[in-house]
């Protein structure tokens, strides 16, 4: 029975030539497009596909590639804009329930624009999603670019030549390799795609209305005729709503690729925005904004509605909203901040915080970059694209204090029922630095800059009294390694203006407070003078930007190679939505290698023994009730019940509290006992989660997040985040615990979670962490085919409402 039509297959993608194009699920009305598309193609290219001659499709033939179930037989398309030309096809066929046989069409006037790989990397996350593991291929030797485009994925390949035929198989496992190739080519692609935003030839202006007279406060501009362009055309549009999609459209069809949209920053309109962004990739073009308060670059100047610092500094900036934009603005001309390249999304419907990374991480100019966010469309995006620019920038943001529980007026974005705490989270696996506020943000960027790239800074204080220097000594010791003689190691910020005085004298006693920053080779730089407390708080900001230069995580994705994913994908087939509990959660968790430890469960004494004569002694008897589960202080759980008079005792005195029903289950080694969650958020997509259970979650919301997939060094992060986690490393005087087998429950939970979006929560209460080993002793997991918001496919932003 086919499937019905996975619209969250549909993408918009960056080619790579950094054009734009749609992905979508094939439909039966493709069938005259499809055979446009075969008649245009070359001989050798339907020889590749085909292997022979090959004169029209047949009716028969295109009935076969255009009516699909979305299962076992799945046909994916590219097309020009969302209404344009059909300009390639990939499509895979079930051969068994964890295997499909994968081949792709592309059009000869496409080849080299990296479709094929776009194709693999969609059929791929399709397949995974109704549960393949691996595709296979059949190639001829001379069709070189399909051999590369699977000899590049990334994946873990196999190829055999039988009968001059090469049979290819790739394992669909996201592998470490395969995440990098991906992130790389989402990196070069979209970087790609900023280059008429910019570094644009030349700017045009498009003015019309009340809303045109914000043009007056930018350079004066050349305005656009209505022509068709040539090269890199920048537009910088401000016209009334009405008038702002058609407008939008006609520079598309002249031949402009991207728009800076001054105009709609008033408007909140879902549907007006989503017309505005379809009018935009109707012609391939990518926008900024609306409601942005414009941009700054070497190549497109200037071009904001406020005063904007200088050029030419290392700093780029993103910010969304107008008047934040504004507010950085002022603090960075104030504290005379140049900067590489300045970026105001407004409403940002499609260029985003992750294009500027993107573009950033590539563009060989920018040291430091500052974000303001005030929504987050695919945090999980973000954060790869977040943690590959942290590999070679120093990365420092502030997001809204209510971003991802709410969305900001204008901004079509989906939220989170999960706490904020996971966007912090999420930012420190990431490598970035989190400001509190948009002053901390300046502060934070001024003080990276600050820091040359070279290997050591050192602190000289000079105070009027021994306090002071204690004070400011005992803050900068808690951040900062004490350099080869002595002195500790710090940055700190720019000098004010009227700062700047010769060598303060180091011997005497100067009436200020001086920090300095000092190179071996160099004579002293007097970085700034500060009162106490500013000389603290500066020593702090400079702590925090030499921690947040997170080593480059070189450390795998976590992989269970004993994990048997297709096992699940048919308990998957098999199961209602809603609540799994008990033996099939059991059997679900085992397919990945997680042992939930078994339990019986017993409404009378008789059937108790009868329990415990099958799972052995000594035994934990607990109350099937949600308020005593889980609860020794409450009288909920009797644990160490060696004999058949424990088990009367233990069951006698929970009747006696109301308890029907009660559960037992086999006595596991002593140890801290844990939480571990992993649920698929709307927003955030695969959370992972790791407390210890008790008050310590219930309660004080001690519990630390990550966002999967995971790698090894998340992993590891991850269980020694919560406050409370030092009770596993053994503390006053217990010995350790074993946190590696902790280490390896959470790692399969991730794997499994990031496999099967269609698993909405995982959650094992409590996993028992002891000298040897962990234990999982319940386990829950409910079950819904929404399907997920993000996954690894590459593709730009789209709106919630599509």
């Not at 996954?791 to 599509?802: A, D, M, S, W």
């Amino acid at each position: 029975m086919p499937h019905r039509y996975p619209r969250h297959w549909e993408a918009d993608v960056v080619t790579r030539d950094g054009a734009t194009m749609h992905v979508r699920p094939i439909l039966p009305s493709d069938a005259d497009a499809l055979q446009r598309l075969h008649l245009s193609q070359s001989e050798q290219s339907r020889v590749f596909r085909f292997f022979g001659a090959r004169g029209a499709l047949t009716a028969e033939e295109l009935d076969r590639f255009t009516q699909v179930d979305h299962r076992s037989r799945v046909a994916l398309v590219v097309t020009e804009g969302t209404s344009g030309p059909l300009c390639a096809m990939g499509c895979y066929d079930a051969v068994d329930g964890a295997t499909a046989e994968v081949a792709f069409y592309v059009g000869d006037a496409h080849q080299g624009r990296g479709l094929g790989s776009i194709l693999l990397d969609h059929l791929a996350a399709a397949g995974r999603e109704r549960g393949f593991r691996r595709f296979t291929a059949e190639v001829l030797p001379t069709n070189r670019r399909m051999l590369s485009v699977f000899r590049e994925a990334g994946y873990s390949t196999t190829a055999v030549v039988d009968e001059g035929i090469v049979e290819v198989s790739l394992d669909l496992t996201t592998t470490t390799e395969a995440w990098r190739v991906m992130t790389a080519r989402e990196q070069y692609a979209e970087s790609r795609s900023m280059l008429h935003l910019m570094t644009p030839e030349s700017v045009v202006a498009v003015g019309s209305g009340a809303a045109g007279r914000v043009l007056d406060h930018l350079p004066a501009l050349p305005r656009w005729d209505g022509a068709p362009t040539g090269g890199r055309v920048l537009a910088v549009v401000a016209v009334d709503d009405d008038a702002l999609a058609g407008t939008v459209r006609d520079l598309g069809r002249a031949g402009v690729r991207a728009a800076v949209v001054l105009s709609g920053r008033d408007t909140t309109d879902a549907a007006w925005h989503l017309a505005l962004l379809k009018a935009a990739r109707s012609g391939g073009m990518r926008i900024l904004g609306p409601g942005s308060l414009g941009i700054a670059s070497p190549a497109a100047g200037i071009l904001t509605a406020v005063p904007a610092p200088r050029l030419g500094g290392e700093l780029g900036v993103f910010a969304q909203g107008a008047r934040s934009s504004a507010a950085i603005l002022r603090r960075l001309r104030a504290r005379g901040i140049p900067v590489e390249g300045f970026i105001s999304a407004g409403h940002r419907i499609d260029i985003s915080g992750n294009d500027a990374m993107q573009w950033w991480s590539g563009d060989g100019s920018t040291r430091v970059v500052a974000l303001s966010l005030d929504s987050i469309g695919n945090p999980r995006k973000f954060a790869r694209t977040a943690r590959h620019l942290a590999r070679t920038h120093t990365v420092v943001c502030h997001i809204g204090s209510r971003t991802g529980q709410m969305a900001p007026p204008g901004h079509v974005v989906r939220t989170s029922p999960l706490p904020r705490a996971v966007l912090s989270d999420m930012l420190r696996q990431a490598g970035v630095l989190e400001a509190r506020d948009l002053d901390e943000l300046v502060d934070l960027a001024q003080v990276a800059l600050r820091l040359p790239p070279a290997p050591r800074h050192r602190l000289r204080l000079a105070a009027t009294t021994a306090a002071a220097a204690d004070h400011v000594r005992r803050v900068a010791a808690g951040r900062f390694e004490c350099a080869d003689d002595g002195e500790v190691g710090v940055a700190v910020d720019l000098p004010l203006p009227g700062d700047e005085v010769s060598d303060p004298g180091w011997a005497g006693s100067p009436t200020t407070w001086t920090l300095a920053i000092l190179d071996r080779d160099l004579p002293p730089a007097l970085a700034g003078t500060f009162a106490t407390d500013d000389a603290a708080r500066a020593i702090d900001l400079a702590g925090r930007v030499a921690a947040g230069a997170r080593p480059v995580d070189d450390s795998p994705l976590v992989h269970a190679d004993d994990a048997v994913p297709g096992r699940l994908a048919a308990l998957l087939a098999r199961a209602a939505e809603g609540p799994v509990d008990g033996p099939l959660a059991a059997e679900m968790l085992a397919c990945y290698g997680i042992t939930v430890e078994p339990t019986e469960c017993a409404g009378t004494e008789a059937e108790a023994l009868a329990a415990a004569a099958r799972l052995g002694w000594p035994l934990a008897v607990k109350a099937v009730l949600p308020h005593l589960r889980h609860r020794v202080d409450l009288g909920g759980v009797h644990l160490d019940v060696h004999d058949a008079a424990d088990l009367s005792h233990a069951v006698a005195e929970l009747r006696d509290r109301g308890v029907a029903l009660v559960e037992l289950q086999r006595m596991v080694p002593p140890g801290p006992a844990c939480v571990v969650t992993a649920v698929e958020d709307p927003l955030h997509g695969p959370v992972v989660s790791v407390a210890l259970a008790g008050d310590a979650v219930e309660i004080l919301g001690d519990v630390a997040y990550r966002i999967a997939p995971l790698s090894r060094r998340d992993v590891s992060e991850l269980v020694r985040a919560p406050k409370a986690a030092v009770r596993l490393s053994g503390h006053r005087g217990v010995p350790a615990f074993d946190i590696a087998a902790l280490e390896d429950v959470v790692a399969r939970v991730a794997q499994l979670k990031d496999d099967f979006p269609a698993i909405r929560r995982i959650e094992l209460n409590p996993v028992v962490v002891a000298a040897a080993g962990a234990f999982p002793l319940a386990a829950r997991i409910e079950v819904d085919d929404t399907p997920r918001a993000d996954g690894v496919r590459r593709t730009l932003p789209t709106l919630p409402t599509e």
